[in-house]
Each structure stands twice: as structure tokens, then as C-alpha cells.
């Protein structure tokens, strides 16, 4: 399986953007990038999936590179409900069904 | 929607003991998750079914651990006997289909297992 580096913390200001990245040098062609969060005390939850392009939802963005060996998921405004372990993860299309392993993550903490 | 229902939330047992967590998808998938976590390991998947037919379930610890879906609305993970070292939060997650990387997975709230 591919495999995924994420710093293991990081730290914000309330009101600043955020910018999480994650390499992933090597990622197959068939590979999705996926990120999910995980709140306090609560199961994980889906944030942004992409595959070459850069994608932008209600709650982030993914900034994909060119060459797809990293990506960066950017929260444009971190509010304290932001405070989380965010995953990223890749889903091969074709050799894992739907299954998601997660790595360690990175804990995000949000300062007032 | 009620999303991924687990029960129980939580629950405390004596080793040696049978527990069983149980879980309802969401209303229309037809995959399901069962995933276990811990500090030391992290967020690691048990097993996963697709149409209520195990696909893989390679990551069951040892034959202590068992799970079944009997029908497409209801699932459980059942341990015993039960260690301390089964100590958990179990997670339930189901998403719509299985070979297409984009469907997402909703996960339930868990149920925190403690064996004393």
C-alpha cells in the first residue's frame, strides 16, 4: 500500500489560514488522495478527495502538485471547531475496494 | 438522515466475558466497516463487508474477534472471551458501493469498550 507522511502536530491562530500537508511520493496512478478529520471524542469524518486537480468544498481546499508525490489541504479560516487529527489518505481504485487505512495524522490545534 | 448508529456507547466488562457491538448503516449503503482504535495503534480496519458478504477481514486480531451481517441494516462485532488488551474505541463506518475510491465513508460515534 502507498504510503503517506504527515507532520505529527501543528499549531494556528483562530481566523488564519492553514495549510496541512502530506507527502506521498509513492502514489500510484490509480490512486485517490482523501482527507478526513477526526474531532474530540467522535468518529472520523470526510473533508476533500481529489485525484489530479486541485478541489475546493464548503469546508477546505486540496492543493494537489503537479507531480502528485505531495499535497496540501488548506482550511482558509481555522476556527476552534477546526481543532482536530486530520488524516490523509490514499484509496487505490482498483485494489482495495472501499476500504480506508489511516495513518498517524496530524493533530491540529487552534489557538484564540 | 441518522447517519451510522452504534450501541453501545459505551461499556464496561470483566475479562473473560462476551461482548457484542452493534451497529445500523446508513439506509442504502452496502458497505460496511468495522474499525478499532487504540493510542497505541491508531485507527486500524478489522474487516469490511460489501452486500453483507465479508471482502476482507484480515485485519481481526485472532479468533477471539467475530463478525456478521446477516441482513443489510445490521452488523455485529463480537468478542470472546474479552482481555484488557481489547480496551477500544470500536468504530462502525458504511458507504455506498465499494470499488469507487470517491465514495465517502460515514463513521458512527463508536463504542468505547473497556474490560476490566
Known amino acids: 500500500d502507498a504510503k503517506t507522511t504527515q507532520p505529527n502536530s501543528m499549531e494556528s491562530n483562530e481566523e488564519e489560514p492553514v495549510h496541512l500537508p502530506c507527502n506521498h511520493s509513492?502514489?500510484?496512478?490509480?490512486?485517490?488522495i482523501h482527507w478526513y478529520r477526526q474531532l474530540p471524542s467522535q468518529g472520523p469524518e470526510y473533508v476533500i478527495h481529489g485525484l489530479t486537480s486541485n478541489v475546493n468544498n464548503r469546508m477546505a481546499s486540496l492543493a494537489i502538485a503537479e507531480d502528485r508525490k505531495s499535497s496540501t489541504l488548506i482550511l482558509h479560516r481555522a476556527t476552534l471547531r477546526d481543532a482536530a487529527v486530520y488524516y490523509c489518505?490514499?484509496?487505490?481504485?482498483?485494489?482495495?475496494?472501499?476500504?480506508?487505512?489511516f495513518g498517524q495524522g496530524t493533530e491540529l490545534s487552534v489557538k484564540p | 438522515d441518522a447517519g451510522v448508529i452504534q450501541s453501545p456507547r459505551h461499556e464496561v466488562t470483566e475479562m473473560g466475558q462476551e461482548v457484542t457491538l452493534r451497529c445500523k448503516p446508513i439506509?442504502?449503503?452496502?458497505?460496511l466497516f468495522w474499525y478499532r482504535q487504540t493510542m497505541m495503534r491508531g485507527l486500524e480496519l478489522l474487516i469490511y463487508?460489501?452486500?453483507?458478504?465479508?471482502?476482507?477481514d484480515s485485519g481481526m486480531p485472532e479468533d477471539r474477534f467475530s463478525a456478521k451481517m446477516p441482513n443489510a441494516s445490521f452488523s455485529t462485532l463480537k468478542i470472546q472471551p474479552s482481555e484488557p488488551r481489547d480496551s477500544a474505541v470500536y468504530f462502525c463506518a458504511s458507504s455506498l458501493g465499494s470499488g469507487s475510491s470517491g465514495n465517502t465513508i460515514y463513521f458512527g460515534e463508536g463504542s468505547w469498550l473497556t474490560v476490566v
Open positions: 489518505i490514499l484509496r487505490d481504485r482498483y485494489n482495495q475496494g472501499g476500504k480506508l487505512i
Open positions: 463487508f460489501n452486500n453483507n458478504v465479508p471482502i476482507d
Open positions: 509513492t502514489i500510484s496512478g490509480t490512486d485517490y
Open positions: 439506509s442504502g449503503h452496502n458497505s
